[in-house]
């Protein structure tokens, strides 16, 4: 029964929410579904999967980087929906958009379970004393065990000390992909999003401390972008009421406060997001007409306000240096290529990125970038290559910290499920990664789930070597644990490199020699120069090689020789991979079309004399 009574006040019929869940359980495929139940897309119409996924890389890689808003209208009520990431390097995303929301919706896999990042976002929901809905999704999958998830969700919650109102939270079944859920298994045939917009208006409470008769006021906690207008504030309106060309106050952090003037309200529907003509208490907004406007600050009517609270971001983990291409190649493929641009770029995503710090560096032209993890700033390196910058990237240092004396790192909880077969082989990779197992036990059919305490640091490159020893049918996750004593030197790369030693064109005859000494990373026609890692060797050092040598012409030459040459693939590396491949002696040079990996100091002669001035 749907609760009549809050229909009667304006702010009682708003609904704002957040979905979350671990990372490729079926958020944004749920939300598809609630726009459709909520009229946004016409009968028949065709229409995109993942809709709210608006960025070609979102869609490329099938994740959710960008927290996004959208609303739908049903039975009277306005819900409004934060779709937010899964992936743990996104993490301040989720975080940030808890103030702007009553109630929670925890996506579930009914054969997966509660993952590391189930977990992390839950916890940050419960903190802040939402009420959350569970929906188990994916009922229909192989193996799928729906009975045993509630089990494990409601351990979850008595794990994470979620109070008797969250506890007490409903559960609804279904498949988000074919459209229909339940609110239980037994005798209850399927059907569409009714059950579970059912238990979002009964569950999710109306606007706490709403008030369209105080003075206006509202917590920015996302920053959008509009052509026309620039930078648009969003933010759910705690209290009173705003219009276009009404003064405001802009409370910023530093403790000043800026006067200016609405020049445009938008709210957010369907897929759209459209003009408004008044924005009311319990309403998520868009307000434009603050140029310098940034996350966690706050928009009042009264100037003598207060700030309100804003949610605490968990800090950064691992830092890498940004700096211009000075390789001999620089400036051939990008347009945005000096220091000053580059600046501006991740000041900007400074400004709508909080997880994300940057600092200027005693070194010209080098910025230090402060980050979640890998994956974070590999998304920050191909956006900017499609932007047409070109730029060099260090590899990944993890953040110390120094408490009395004693040399802090910080460490993950990992989570891992591999066969049966491939445990030993992840333990013996744990150990030298200095992690410590903490349990292991079966899961499914042939499957181990492992749980471990590792460095950070251990993390990087970790992807790569579980991918190879399970061929590829391992899975893990991980969560930021705590910051514990350093726990000793790892060794992540365990062979050398080939180097090349020439500029020019990389040619057939000599790469059929280099692929007796090892893995090629470049291909026949491909421009290298001196000082560029052009592939990988099983010795622990690096080679010098020439990749442009051509066999000399004699008279009994075949005119087809080099047509015979069979090479095998290179490999090819995707920007995350590569940061963490490099060593502190290398870094990525990433331009529009090129991912290439060098030597910091390019010419051989000078990078011999650092090494003996270093050792």
């Not at 239980?184 to 008769?213: H, Y």
């Not at 991980?478 to 020019?504: M, Q």
Request: net charge negative; proline share 5%; charged share 30%.
């Amino acid at each position: 029964m749907i609760n009549e009574e809050n229909k009667g006040s304006p702010v009682e019929k708003y609904r704002n929410l957040a979905i979350i869940a671990h990372v490729d359980h079926g958020k944004t495929t749920l939300v598809d579904q609630l726009l459709r139940a909520g009229g946004t897309y016409r009968e028949n119409q065709e229409v995109q999967d993942r809709a709210m996924d608006s960025m070609d890389l979102e869609r490329e890689k099938g994740i959710t980087i960008k927290a996004k808003n959208t609303s739908i209208r049903w039975n009277g009520y306005v819900i409004n929906i934060v779709d937010t990431p899964g992936h743990a390097d996104f993490g301040a995303e989720v975080e940030r958009v808890m103030k702007m929301v009553d109630g929670v919706i925890l996506v579930v896999d009914a054969y997966e379970g509660p993952q590391a990042q189930t977990r992390f976002v839950l916890r940050k929901a419960l903190e802040e004393g939402l009420l959350p809905i569970v929906v188990i999704n994916k009922i229909d999958r192989p193996h799928a065990d729906p009975v045993k998830v509630h089990d494990e969700v409601l351990e979850l919650l008595m794990d994470l000390d979620a109070t008797e109102e969250q506890f007490d939270a409903p559960f609804v079944y279904g498949s988000a992909k074919d459209g229909y859920f339940m609110t239980s298994l037994e005798n209850e045939p399927p059907v569409d999003c009714t059950p579970l917009l059912f238990s979002i208006v009964n569950r999710i409470p109306p606007p706490k401390d709403a008030d369209t008769d105080k003075d206006f006021k509202m917590l920015i906690s996302n920053i959008d972008w509009d052509d026309y207008v620039g930078r648009v504030a969003v933010g759910r309106i705690s209290a009173g009421r705003v219009r276009k060309g009404d003064t405001l106050y802009l409370l910023r952090r530093d403790g000043s406060r800026v006067p200016g003037k609405v020049t445009r309200l938008f709210e957010y529907s369907g897929l759209q997001t459209n003009d408004s003509t008044v924005g009311e208490a319990g309403n998520i907004v868009g307000i434009s007409g603050f140029e310098d406007v940034d996350i966690g600050e706050t928009l009042v009517q009264n100037a003598e306000d207060e700030p309100l609270p804003f949610v605490h971001i968990e800090p950064p983990t691992v830092q890498m240096d940004f700096s211009i291409n000075d390789g001999p190649l620089g400036g051939r493929d990008g347009k945005n290529v000096t220091s000053r641009v580059i600046r501006d770029r991740l000041m900007r995503e400074m400004r709508t990125n909080i997880s994300i710090k940057v600092e200027d560096t005693a070194q010209a032209g080098v910025f230090r970038v402060s980050a979640r993890g890998t994956m974070q700033v590999a998304i920050l390196m191909e956006q900017m290559r499609r932007e047409d910058y070109e730029i060099l990237v260090s590899r990944p240092q993890v953040i110390m910290r120094e408490e009395g004396g004693q040399k802090l790192e910080p460490f993950e909880t990992l989570y891992i499920e591999v066969p049966d077969e491939c445990a030993n082989g992840v333990v013996r990779i744990l150990g030298n990664r200095k992690g410590v197992l903490e349990s292991m036990e079966g899961v499914g059919v042939g499957s181990v789930s492992i749980k471990a305490s590792i460095p950070t640091r251990g993390l990087i490159g970790f992807e790569f070597e579980l991918v190879n020893l399970t061929s590829g049918r391992g899975i893990f996750s991980h969560l930021f644990k705590e910051y514990a004593p350093y726990a000793g030197d790892i060794v992540t790369r365990r062979g050398g490199t080939l180097v090349s030693l020439e500029a020019g064109i990389a040619r057939p005859y000599s790469l059929e020699a280099l692929e007796e000494r090892g893995t090629l990373f470049i291909a026949p026609g491909d421009e290298v120069y001196e000082g560029m890692i052009v592939g990988e060797t099983a010795k622990p050092v690096d080679i010098p090689v020439n990749p442009t040598r051509e066999k000399h012409l004699t008279n009994h030459r075949s005119a087809t020789k080099n047509e015979s040459i069979q090479l095998t693939p290179p490999r090819v590396f995707s920007l995350e991979r590569a940061l963490e491949y490099i060593e502190p002696d290398e870094l990525v040079e990433a331009t529009p079309h090129f991912i290439r990996l060098r030597k910091r100091i390019i010419d051989a002669t000078a990078r011999k004399r650092a090494s003996f001035q270093n050792s």
